[in-house]
């Protein structure tokens, strides 16, 4: 009879190992190492406002959320975003064109500075499908605080990286997909802070 007090606790115990979860590990769109080619080569920095419109309904969050079909989403429960998707997809660009391109963004522009192109991206598209590729679409619209002839601009755009079936894999795809928008931006950028016509 003493045998079913100990049965008891020792089910009890199994129980509660089976339900602690499986450790979370934390993922950001900015690499730990970025190429500071623009600062190797000297360039003067261009100085650009970036602000970030919204993302769709449900995606800025700090889970990491896996299309498993066409109408399906999961949740990623082994990996996390160290801040919301929206936070974490600023940060990323900001920092590709500082040390990529040697842009400086500016939170806002003072009424003493030279005028500085602006930037207004939405994000209508951050799509990652399970085992397959990244998606990254957005809207973005240039203009000049100066507002010369033809330094106004709207364009779309849409960047898709294969990615791998693991998290990091995934994270991976969505740095590239990131950085060639940031490619992108750049272009447009410098061209308006020299006059010409930026296109896109």
């Not at 590239?176 to 010409?196: D, F, M, P, Q, T």
Request: hydrophobic content about 45%; charged content about 20%; aromatic content about 4%.
């Amino acid at each position: 009879m003493r045998l079913l007090p100990l049965l008891c606790v020792m089910l009890a115990i199994f129980a509660m190992c089976g339900c602690r979860s499986a450790p979370i590990s934390y993922y950001t769109l900015t690499p730990a190492d970025r190429d500071s080619t623009a600062t190797k080569s000297g360039r003067p920095a261009i100085k650009a406002i970036l602000v970030l419109r919204s993302l769709p309904a449900g995606i800025d969050t700090t889970q990491i959320l896996i299309r498993t079909d066409d109408t399906r989403l999961r949740v990623e429960e082994g990996g996390r975003w160290v801040a919301p998707l929206g936070d974490e997809l600023r940060g990323a660009l900001v920092d590709a064109l500082r040390h990529q391109y040697g842009i400086i963004v500016l939170d806002s522009a003072r009424h003493d500075e030279a005028p500085v192109p602006r930037i207004d991206l939405t994000v209508r598209k951050f799509d990652v499908a399970e085992g397959a590729s990244v998606t990254l679409a957005v809207d973005w619209a240039l203009s000049n605080t100066g507002h010369e002839p033809g330094s106004s601009l709207s364009c779309q755009a849409e960047f898709k990286e294969t990615s791998a079936s693991t998290v990091s894999g995934v994270v991976a795809a969505a740095q590239a997909a990131v950085l060639k928008l940031s490619r992108v931006l750049e272009v447009a950028i410098e061209a308006s802070s020299n006059g010409a016509t930026p296109t896109c």
